[in-house]
């Protein structure tokens, strides 16, 4: 993926679906989340997290993808 227009038509195609986000935390550390891709928006995407997730939701932006601060899995 080299734009952000390939990234956001690349969640287009996966909303719906099981995705596990891993994203950098800090220096050293990363946060891995699974839940379901649910929706995409001009500059970011959201996922509804698990059941044992402490929040509900998170966001994500495209540049964060496109500058690999978060790498997107998906089940497949």
Same mark, same amino acid.
């Given at each position: 993926?080299?734009?952000? #227009? #390939?990234?956001? &038509?690349?969640? *287009? ?8 986000? !891993? ?15 649910? &929706?995409?928006?001009? &500059?970011? +995407?959201?996922? #509804?997290? *698990? #059941?044992?997730?402490? +929040?509900?939701?998170? &966001? ?11 790498? !997107?899995? +998906?089940?497949?």
């Amino acid at each position: 993926m080299s734009t952000l #227009e #390939e990234i956001k &038509s690349r969640l *287009d195609a996966h909303i719906g679906e099981t995705v596990t986000v !891993v994203s950098q935390a800090g220096r050293k550390k990363y946060t891995k989340r699974s839940g379901i891709l649910r &929706s995409t928006f001009p &500059s970011l +995407f959201v996922v #509804e997290l *698990d #059941e044992e997730a402490q +929040f509900k939701q998170a &966001s994500y932006s495209y540049a964060d993808v496109l500058t690999k601060n978060v790498d !997107v899995d +998906f089940a497949d």
